[in-house]
Every structure is written in C-alpha cells, then in structure tokens.
C-alpha cells in the first residue's frame, strides 16, 4: 500500500479556498487516492477519490497529477464547519493494511 | 447516519477486565475493518474480515481478537486491559462497488481506568 505524506497542519481564511496537498510518490496503478476529514472525534467522513482524472464532487474538487505522485484536495469556499483533520490515503481493491497518518489539521480562521 | 454502527458508543472498565466491541456494516458490505485511534494520533489499522475471513492484519496485539459472524457483523474482543488501550475504536465496511472505500462507523470510546 502507499505511503501517503501530508503537511501536519494548515489555515485558511473563511470564504477563501483551502488547498490541501498530499504526496502519494509510490502510489500504484491500481490505487485510488482517497480523502476523508475527521470533525473531533467523529467517525472519519469520505469527501472525494479519483484514479487519475480530475474530480469534482458537491463538497470538493480533487486534482491528480498526471504522473499521479501527488494531488490536491480543493474546498472552493472553506467554512468554520470545515475545521477538521483531513486524511489522504490510497486504496486499491483486495486485502489492504490501510494505517491513516496524521493527516492535515485545517483551521479556519474568521 | 452512516449506515455503519458500533455499539455501545462509551464503556469505561478496569484495568485487567475484557470487553467486547460491536459493529454492524453498511447493508451489502462485506468487508470490515478495525482501527484504533488514540488520543492526537491517526487511525492505525489493527484487523480487516471479509465475509467472514480474516484477510488483513496490522499490528495487532495478541490480547485483542476479532470475529466476523454469518450474518456480516463484527465484534473486536480486548482482553487483559491497560491504562494504554483507552482510545476511540473506529469500525469501517467497504464493498467494491463504491470502489473500496470505507464508511465509518461513529466508533466506540474505551476508557480504561
């Protein structure tokens, strides 16, 4: 399974978008990437995934590079219900040994 | 509602007791996995069952044990407790046609006191 990396955490302003970059360099051609955020200590919340293509969801865009090595995940107009932990991992079908890092803590500034 | 639930949301016990955490999937799913979260730390994955098999392990200890019942459910046994199991048990199904991704259950808080 891919190993994931993310910055450990990250501000945007109310209104603005939230850019959230992940690394994903091992990342093989049958796994998805895959984001979810985590409010508190709720139960982890799917946003989006892709294989390759550009996604676009009602919460979220997903951008993959073409060498598919990293992507970014865009929140176009960032709220404070958006202050959360956002996880990036990748998945592909069959037995996975999936550990989340720590994702990215996003805050939301006024 | 995720689809995914895992009973009982709190338990609190004493140190050396066992206790028993239940999940049931998302209707359709067969797959189940067990993550552990403790406190500011990211979800490490301890077991996955699919259909009633285990096919993934992660650094699970010896003193916890899962099952995966006919009827799809799941039940992660801990046993011998300490101070340093307390944490949040999350459970999540998956099924391929949602491309394997997970839905999350609201997990479980184990204090251990």
């Known amino acids: 399974d891919a190993k994931t990396t993310q910055p450990p955490s990250m501000d945007c302003a109310e209104g603005r978008a939230a850019n959230l970059p992940c690394n994903h360099s091992?990342?093989?051609?049958?796994?998805?990437v895959y984001w979810y955020r985590q409010i508190h200590s709720q139960g982890p919340q799917y946003i989006i995934h892709?294989?390759?293509n550009n996604e676009t969801n009602e919460m979220a865009s997903l951008i993959i590079t073409e060498d598919r090595k990293s992507s970014t995940l865009i929140l176009p107009h960032a709220t404070l219900r958006d202050t959360a932990v956002y996880y990036c991992i990748a998945l592909s079908g069959g037995y996975q040994k999936v550990t989340f890092g720590t994702g990215t803590k996003l805050q939301v500034i006024p | 509602d995720s689809g995914v639930t895992q009973t009982p949301k709190h338990l609190i016990t004493a140190t050396g007791q066992r206790v028993t955490l239940r999940c049931s999937p998302r209707?359709?799913?067969?797959?189940v996995y067990w993550y552990q979260q403790s406190l500011d730390q990211g979800l490490q994955f301890l077991i996955q069952y699919y259909n009633g098999e285990e096919r993934a392990k992660g650094n699970i200890l010896e003193r916890f044990s899962a099952q995966q019942f006919p009827d799809l459910h799941s039940e992660l046994n801990l046993s011998s407790l300490e101070l340093g199991d307390s944490a949040l048990y999350f459970c999540a199904s998956s099924v391929k046609d949602r491309g394997y991704g997970y839905t999350f259950g609201s997990g479980t808080r184990l204090t251990v006191v």
């Open positions: 209707s359709g799913d067969l797959s």
């Open positions: 091992t990342i093989s051609g049958n796994e998805y």
């Open positions: 892709g294989l390759k």
